[in-house]
C-alpha cells in the first residue's frame, strides 16, 4: 500500500509530457484591459481570460499532427516555420485551439510589464533570440529565459502569426524573430504580411478561451 501511495504522488508531480505524447502545455493569462498602437491610433480593448501555448510550435509537434516539416532550419525542437497562416491556423484548431490575436499575445508578453522588453528597457540576450546573438538562425524553444508567466520565445527566435487583419493589409506579425535587432524585438512592435507567404523566419503558438477545459499543466 505504500508504495502505491508512492507511485500516485510521483504522477501528480510529473511533467506533463510526461504523462502522454503530445499533452498540451500552456499557461493561464487573466483578463485585463489592454491599449496597443495601432499605426498612430491607440485602441484599447478589454481582454477575457485565455490559456497561451508556452512554447512557439516545434517542428516535431508539426510535423506529427501534419505529416511533414517545412522548416528551412532542422531540428526537431526548434520552431516550425516557413508556414502560411492558414496552416497556421488549421493546426491549431485540428488541436481544439486558435491562433491567440494580438490582444492576447502582448498581453501575455507583457507579463505584468510596461517596459520595452518584458524584462526591462535595456537589451538582454539570456531572454531572446535576436540579431545580436542568434547567429542569423533559429534555436531550440525554451532555449531562452521565460518571462514572468512561463512563457518562452514571446521575442525573439520566430515571430508569430496572429489571428487578426492588419489595419492596412495583411496578416499581423509580432514578437520579432533571429533577424531582428533590439527596436524589432520590443513588446510592442508589429507588422504585417500576406497570409499565403511563407517566411523562415516565421512561426505561431497556439491559444484557446478559459471557458473551456483547462488543459493540462505543469
Not at 508531480?13 to 485585463?32: F, R, S, T
Not at 491607440?42 to 522548416?71: C, H, L, M, S
Not at 502582448?106 to 510589464?113: I, T
Request: aromatic residues 12%; proline residues 6%.
Amino acid at each position: 500500500m505504500r508504495w502505491i501511495f508512492i507511485i500516485l504522488f510521483l504522477a501528480l508531480l510529473a511533467p506533463v509530457g510526461a504523462m502522454g505524447q503530445g499533452a498540451p502545455d500552456m499557461a493561464l493569462v487573466k483578463g485585463a484591459e489592454l491599449t496597443i498602437n495601432k499605426s498612430g491610433t491607440r485602441v484599447t480593448r478589454k481582454v477575457a481570460p485565455f490559456f497561451i501555448d508556452r512554447y512557439e510550435v516545434t517542428q516535431e509537434d508539426y510535423e506529427a499532427q501534419v505529416g511533414r516539416n517545412p522548416a528551412f532550419f532542422k531540428g526537431p525542437r526548434r520552431p516550425v516555420e516557413k508556414v502560411t497562416w492558414a496552416e497556421a491556423r488549421d493546426y491549431c484548431r485540428a488541436l481544439g485551439k486558435v491562433l491567440p490575436t494580438e490582444w492576447q499575445w502582448e498581453l501575455a508578453a507583457r507579463a505584468g510589464s510596461q517596459t520595452l522588453f518584458f524584462w526591462g528597457d535595456d537589451w538582454d540576450g539570456r531572454y531572446a533570440w535576436g540579431k545580436e546573438n542568434a547567429d542569423k538562425k533559429t534555436h531550440p524553444v525554451a532555449s531562452a529565459r521565460p518571462n514572468a508567466l512561463g512563457l518562452y520565445d514571446m521575442l525573439g527566435n520566430v515571430g508569430e502569426w496572429m489571428a487578426d487583419d492588419h489595419e492596412l493589409a495583411g496578416k499581423v506579425i509580432r514578437g520579432g524573430s533571429w533577424r531582428n535587432g533590439p527596436r524589432g524585438l520590443e513588446t510592442a512592435h508589429r507588422i504585417m504580411e500576406a497570409p499565403r507567404r511563407k517566411f523562415h523566419y516565421v512561426g505561431f503558438r497556439c491559444a484557446k478561451p478559459a471557458t473551456q477545459a483547462e488543459p493540462a499543466r505543469n
